[in-house]
T-cell receptor, first 112, second 114 residues
């Protein structure tokens, strides 16, 4: 059974730091991996989608990498800002049914 | 485009009552799904649909019904609400149920069952 883990559960950093969020999964047979952002009381906003054949994707200050063989993905946030404070979720698609398996998330606080 | 919309935003029910959570998308997406989010459990798939007239069960389907009569709408019905169904419900959609397609989520419905 596929399990997705995100460590740490919470992270607090000063503004301007570069930081890395981690996501690991137990079964390397994934179709894709998607990173989301969730603000308190809000829905999920898609940040990046990495196909299983890709190694990384970039969008602005965000860079996500995927290493299927080791079952890991990282989300790199450059020059963090207070507006980046949110919970970051990773999710893997394990089949063509569209079903996503989510991690528990990392709650990030960026202090001014 | 409004994207994925959900109504209501908040709802309080008594045990045994029924209700329908509405979900609509205006992106002509074939694939739609419902998740629930609970503390410590993360997001779990309830039901999904790969197109109008086609639905299937996800991980936690008991107590919920769905139908997909149009491409745009995918309502979730609680037949007889139970306190265990207190949760935040999210609807999602993507162009197709394939590995190439990004999924988009609605703002959620926060449901409390007393």
């Amino acid at each position: 059974k596929q399990e997705v883990t995100q460590i740490p559960a919470a992270l607090s950093v000063p503004e301007g730091e570069n930081l890395v969020l981690n996501c690991s999964f137990t079964d390397s047979a994934i179709y894709n991996l998607q990173w989301f952002r969730q603000d308190p009381g809000k829905g999920l906003t898609s940040l990046l989608l990495i196909q299983s054949s890709q190694r990384e994707q970039t969008s602005g200050r965000l860079n996500a990498s995927l290493d299927k063989s080791s079952g890991r993905s990282t989300l790199y946030i450059a020059a963090s800002q207070p507006g980046d404070s949110a919970t970051y979720l990773c999710a893997v698609a394990t089949g063509n049914t569209g079903k996503l398996i989510f991690g528990q998330g990392t709650t990030l606080q960026v202090k001014p | 485009n409004a994207g994925v919309t959900q109504t209501p935003k908040f709802q309080v029910l008594k045990t045994g009552q029924s209700m329908t959570l509405q979900c609509a998308q205006d992106m002509n997406h074939e694939y739609m799904s419902w998740y629930r989010q609970d503390p410590g459990m993360g997001l779990r798939l309830i039901h999904y649909s790969v197109g109008a007239g086609i639905t299937d069960q996800g991980e936690v389907p008991n107590g919920y019904n769905v139908s997909r009569s149009t491409t745009e709408d995918f309502p979730l019905r609680l037949l007889s609400a139970a306190p265990s169904q207190t949760s935040v419900y999210f609807c999602a959609s993507s162009l197709r149920a394939s590995s190439y397609n990004e999924q988009f989520f609605g703002p959620g419905t926060r449901l409390t069952v007393l």
